[in-house]
Nanobody, 124 residues
Framework: QVQLVESGGGLAQPGGSLRLSCVVS????????MSWVRQVPGKGLEWVSG????????YYSDSVKGRFTTSRDNAKNTVYLQMNSLKPEDTALYSC?????????????????WGQGTQVTVSS
């Protein structure tokens, strides 16, 4: 049974940092690219970042580039999203998603499993 479980969300002040984790089970993480996506109530899903199966390739949306960093530890079955210089507009429900292949994609229909998400709120 494939599972993706996010954690690490919470309340942060503008300019602050949070580190999200996505622990997976039920499949071999080393065979799949992974991405982080986020959703604000009333708005659509926004792709945030992607990482290839071996971690050698990463990519970020323009809205988070230079502030967020994604990484992975396949031995620990975990994918991370380090979020620095947080802004109020980063407030959202953040989820990790499994790519159907070894790479990642900015196209959300390239993903077959999603976690429930962890809420990030940036406010003073």
């Amino acid at each position: 049974q494939v599972q993706l479980v996010e954690s690490g969300g919470g309340l942060a002040q503008p300019g602050g940092s949070l580190r999200l984790s996505c622990v997976v089970s039920g499949f071999s993480l080393s065979r799949h690219g992974m991405s982080w996506v986020r959703q604000v109530p009333g708005k659509g899903l926004e792709w945030v970042s992607g990482i290839s199966s071996d971690g050698s390739d990463t990519y970020y949306s323009d809205s988070v580039k230079g502030r967020f960093t994604t990484s992975r530890d396949n031995a620990k079955n975990t994918v991370y999203l380090q979020m620095n210089s947080l802004k109020p507009e980063d407030t959202a429900l953040y989820s990790c998603a499994r790519s159907m292949g070894a790479s990642y994609s900015t196209l959300l229909d390239e993903y077959d499993y999603w976690g429930q998400g962890t809420q990030v709120t940036v406010s003073s």
